[in-house]
T-cell receptor, first 114, second 116 residues
Framework: AQSVTQLDSHVSVSEGTPVLLRCNYS??????LFWYVQHPNKGLQLLLK??????LVKGINGFEAEFKKSETSFHLTKPSAHMSDAAEYFC????????????FGKGTMLLVSP | KAGVTQTPRYLIKTRGQQVTLSCSPI?????VSWYQQTPGQGLQFLFE???????NKGNFPGRFSGRQFSNSRSEMNVSTLELGDSALYLC???????????????FGQGTRLTVV
């Protein structure tokens, strides 16, 4: 089976400070991994994706994530938070045969204070 | 290029009624998946359609059904609505089937269903 664990349900940062949202995954196969962001009353927007190319993945709005197979992690980072980053973030995994769906983590709410 | 369009955006239904939600994928995309999002359960997979065939189904009762048309548009239907069906229903569109080779899925803004 495949699964995703987002280690923090809420993360609070001050504007201008670094952001770290943690995600661990479990998959029987080499997975594809994604981070999506959801602003209030909006759909999900893809931030970045890992599909077995470079392990350091750069996404939109200054976000990046590093795939670490030995740690089964795919943490999302940003050097400097902006107020507009306040939203809910989802780590997502899709696996191999028989696991053709997207499996979502429970989400991490990012709060950014001035 | 138009995104994924879900209609209606909001619905209020009474227990016992049925409801149909619609999703128009991005032009050229052949895969449509449906997800239910609730505060308690998060995002849960309902089903996926690719080229008019259901490829996969999540762990939901038979009251939840769907279909896909030849133009890739998809509908999902919920019969005999229960209070617990109140949720945001999201549709995702991708070019190919959603599997380990999926590059990305594009989501619509969702349909907010309230059952009273």
């Amino acid at each position: 089976a495949q699964s995703v664990t987002q280690l923090d349900s809420h993360v609070s940062v001050s504007e201008g400070t670094p952001v770290l949202l943690r995600c661990n995954y479990s998959s029987s196969y080499s997975p594809s991994l994604f981070w999506y962001v959801q602003h209030p009353n909006k759909g999900l927007q893809l931030l970045l994706k890992y599909t077995s190319a470079a392990t350091l993945v750069k996404g939109i709005n200054g976000f990046e994530a590093e795939f670490k197979k030995s740690e089964t992690s795919f943490h999302l980072t940003k050097p400097s938070a902006h107020m507009s980053d306040a939203a809910e973030y989802f780590c997502v995994v899709t696996g191999g045969p028989g696991y053709s769906t997207l499996t979502f983590g429970k989400g991490t709410m990012l709060l950014v204070s001035p | 290029k138009a995104g994924v369009t879900q209609t209606p955006r909001y619905l209020i239904k009474t227990r016992g009624q049925q409801v149909t939600l619609s999703c128009s994928p991005i032009s050229g995309h052949r895969s449509v998946s449906w997800y239910q999002q609730t505060p308690g359960q998060g995002l849960q997979f309902l089903f996926e359609y690719f080229s008019e065939t259901q490829r996969n189904k999540g762990n939901f009762p038979g009251r939840f059904s769907g279909r896909q048309f030849s133009n890739s548009r998809s509908e999902m239907n919920v019969s005999t609505l229960e209070l617990g069906d109140s949720a945001l229903y999201l549709c995702a569109s991708s070019f190919g089937p959603q599997d380990r080779w999926t590059t990305e899925a594009f989501f619509g803004q969702g349909t907010r269903l309230t059952v009273v």
